[in-house]
C-alpha cells in the first residue's frame, strides 16, 4: 500500500494527543502491520515524509508481559533512525488465551474499531462460536456485524439470519456471497477511511475471499473447503492489514481453531444483558441459575421466554473466563518477577561494568 498521509493508516486524534510537543518534533509514529514470531513489520512516514516499510525485531520486549508486546494494529513510536522507542495506548485491544497447554494470553490485534464475525451459511454456522466473537468485540468496545457468507450456495438463509435475530435483534447482519464484488459492497459503509475493521472466524468461510472483493483484486490466497465436512485449510497463516479502495484498513487473520475466552467477565455481562436483568429477579442474591428455588433465569427458560443453550453458553463461557483469568494472572506475576529480575541483573552489571 501507498500513503502520503498518516490518516490513510489509521491515525487520528485518540493517538496524536498522547504525544508532547517534543515528541511530535523528532518521534515517528508508525503502524505494526504484521507480527511474525520475533520479526514487527510497521509501516509508516520516515523523517522526510517517505513511506517506510521497517522491520524490528522483538527483541527489546523479551522480557515483557504478552500485553505489553506489539501487536497488529499498534502504533509504535519510532526515532528518526527508525529504531523502536514505546508503544501508543491503545484505543482498543482484542485478546484471547492462546491455543494448546500453556496459560498464556495472546493479542489478536490492537485498534479495531469494527470487528467482521464471518461465519458462513452452512454447517459451519453455531450461535455458541458467534457468541465467543460477540463477547470478545463487547469486553473491548468494538461494534461487531455479523457477515454470513455463501449465500449463494444456501437455498435458504433466513434460517441463519432469523436465529441470530431471535437472540441479538439489534446486531448487524450482511449476507452475502464473498466471491462477488458487487454484492461485497454492502459492507463498505462499515469501511470508511481511516477505520480499521478486523476479520475474524473459523477457517474456510471466506475472509480472505471477501477481502479480495473489497479489495479488488486477488492478492490474498484462498482455497476450497474440503468436501467431506466443509472444513477449511488455514490457508491464511498469519495476519495482515490491507486499505481499501474507500480508505478502510482490513485486517485479514487466520482462521481461529479455538478462542478461549479470558479477561472478559464484562463482555459476557454486555453480551447476555437478557440473563443478567432476569438475573435481578431471582430469589438468592447470590444465585448461580442451576436449580435454586425462585430463580427468574430457570423459570424463563421453563416458560420458553429464554432458550436453554444460550444459557448453558453463558455458564459455560463464564466459567471457563474465570479459570483462564485466574492461571494468566498467575503467570502474569510469574513473567513480571522475572523481567524485575532480569533488569536488576542488567543494572547491577552495568554498575560492575563502570567501576
Ligand atoms: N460460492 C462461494 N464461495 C465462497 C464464498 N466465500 C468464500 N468462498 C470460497 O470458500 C473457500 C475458502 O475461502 P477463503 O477466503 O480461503 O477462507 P478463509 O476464511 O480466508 O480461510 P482461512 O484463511 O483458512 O482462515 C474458497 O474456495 C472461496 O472461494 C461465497 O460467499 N460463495
Ligand atoms: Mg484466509
Ligand atoms: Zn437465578
Not at 490513510?8 to 496524536?16: A, I, P, R, T, V
Not at 526515532?79 to 482484542?94: A, F, V
Amino acid at each position: 500500500m501507498q500513503i502520503t498521509h498518516l490518516h490513510e493508516l489509521g491515525w487520528n486524534h485518540f493517538f496524536q494527543s498522547q504525544l508532547t510537543l517534543a515528541a511530535l518534533e523528532t518521534e515517528l509514529p508508525f503502524r505494526v502491520t504484521g507480527v511474525q514470531r520475533n520479526l514487527i513489520e510497521c509501516l509508516g512516514l520516515d523523517a522526510h515524509g517517505q513511506m517506510q516499510s521497517v522491520q524490528l525485531s522483538t527483541y527489546p520486549w523479551r522480557h515483557e508481559p504478552p500485553e505489553n508486546h506489539p501487536t497488529v494494529g499498534d502504533w509504535l513510536m519510532l526515532d528518526r533512525d527508525l529504531q523502536p522507542l514505546y508503544l501508543l495506548e491503545r484505543k482498543t485491544l482484542i485478546k484471547r488465551r492462546s491455543a494448546g497447554s500453556e496459560a498464556v494470553l495472546q493479542l489478536i490485534a490492537a485498534n479495531i474499531d469494527t470487528l467482521f464475525v464471518v461465519t458462513s451459511c452452512n454447517e459451519e454456522f453455531n450461535l455458541n462460536r458467534i457468541e465467543r466473537y460477540l463477547v470478545l468485540a463487547a469486553e473491548a468496545s468494538i461494534d461487531a456485524v455479523v457477515v454470513l457468507t455463501k449465500k449463494d450456495l444456501c437455498a435458504d438463509t433466513s434460517v441463519y439470519v432469523d436465529a441470530l435475530r431471535k437472540d441479538y435483534p439489534s446486531l448487524p447482519v450482511e449476507v452475502i456471497n464473498a466471491t462477488d464484488a458487487r454484492d461485497v459492497a454492502v459492507l463498505e459503509m462499515w469501511c470508511p477511511g481511516g477505520q480499521t475493521i478486523a476479520l475474524l472466524g473459523s477457517s474456510g468461510v471466506g475472509k480472505s475471499t471477501l477481502l479480495n472483493s473489497l479489495k479488488g483484486d486477488a492478492g490474498q490466497a484462498t482455497a476450497p473447503i474440503r468436501e467431506k465436512d466443509s472444513k477449511g485449510r488455514h490457508t491464511t497463516t498469519s495476519r495482515s492489514l490491507h486499505r481499501l479502495r474507500g480508505g478502510g484498513i482490513l485486517l485479514d487473520t487466520p482462521g481461529m481453531r479455538e478462542l478461549q475466552m479470558v479477561d472478559c467477565e464484562e463482555g459476557i455481562q454486555s453480551t447476555f444483558a437478557d440473563i443478567e436483568q432476569l438475573a435481578q429477579q431471582c430469589r438468592f442474591h447470590d444465585c448461580e441459575h442451576l436449580a435454586e428455588p425462585g430463580c427468574a433465569v430457570t423459570l424463563a427458560v421453563s416458560e420458553g421466554r429464554l432458550e436453554q443453550r444460550r444459557l448453558d453458553n453463558y455458564h459455560k463461557l463464564l466459567a471457563e473466563q474465570a479459570r483462564n483469568s485466574g492461571s494468566v494472572a498467575e503467570r502474569r506475576q510469574q513473567d513480571r518477577a522475572l523481567g524485575r529480575f532480569f533488569k536488576q541483573a542488567k543494572a547491577s552489571a552495568q554498575r560492575f561494568k563502570s567501576r
